[in-house]
C-alpha cells in the first residue's frame, strides 16, 4: 500500500461565519451564536485560508486517516450548527418498566416517573428558551448536535 506524505480536507466557510484558529483550537461564530472545540488530541494541523478550514496529517496511516475525517467532520457539525441550528425530537419507550411522562406545560418542565423502575422522579426544566416540551416527547433546539452536562435532565426527591 502506497503512503502519502501529506493528507489534507478541506471545509468550506459559509458567508456570515468567521472561524479562528489557535493552535488545535477551533472557534466558529456564526448568525446562531459562537461554538468553541478542542482539537488538540487529533493528531492533524489546522489552518484557515481563503474562506475554506483545511485540515492535514502528515504520513498518514489508517488511524490518522480516520482521525482527520473526525475532526473535518466536526468542524463541519461546528459550522451547520452555528447556521441552521439542530433540532431533536425524543420519544419514550419503554420494554418493561413503564414509564410515566408529564408535560407540565405552564412551568415548561418535562417530569419522568418510574424510569427503570426507580422510585425517584426526573425533572428536567425547559424554560431556558432552548426547546419546548410536547405531549408526544420532549423537542430539543440549538446549535451543538450533542446535548452537555447542563441540559440533562437532574434527578429530584
Not at 506524505?5 to 458567508?15: G, K, S
Not at 424510569?115 to 420532549?138: A, M, P, V
Request: charged share 30%.
Amino acid at each position: 500500500m502506497a503512503r502519502f506524505e501529506t493528507l489534507a480536507r478541506t471545509v468550506p466557510i459559509p458567508d456570515q461565519v468567521s472561524v479562528q484558529v489557535e493552535g488545535r483550537t477551533v472557534k466558529v461564530k456564526g448568525p446562531l451564536g459562537s461554538l468553541q472545540e478542542d482539537l488538540s488530541h487529533l493528531p492533524v494541523s489546522i489552518n484557515v485560508n481563503d474562506n475554506k478550514v483545511q485540515l492535514e496529517t502528515t504520513w498518514p496511516r489508517k488511524r490518522e486517516i480516520g482521525m482527520l475525517g473526525t475532526a473535518a467532520a466536526h468542524v463541519r457539525n461546528m459550522l451547520k450548527g452555528v447556521t441552521q441550528g439542530y433540532r431533536y425530537e425524543l420519544r419514550t419507550v419503554y420494554a418493561h418498566f413503564p414509564v410515566t411522562v408529564k408535560v407540565d406545560e405552564k412551568a415548561k418542565v418535562l417530569k419522568i416517573e418510574n424510569f427503570t423502575g426507580e422510585k425517584t422522579k426526573i425533572r428536567e426544566d425547559r424554560g431556558r428558551g432552548k426547546g419546548g416540551c410536547q405531549r408526544r416527547g420532549s423537542l430539543r433546539r440549538g446549535h451543538r448536535p450533542e446535548i452537555s452536562q447542563s441540559d440533562r435532565g437532574q434527578h429530584s426527591g
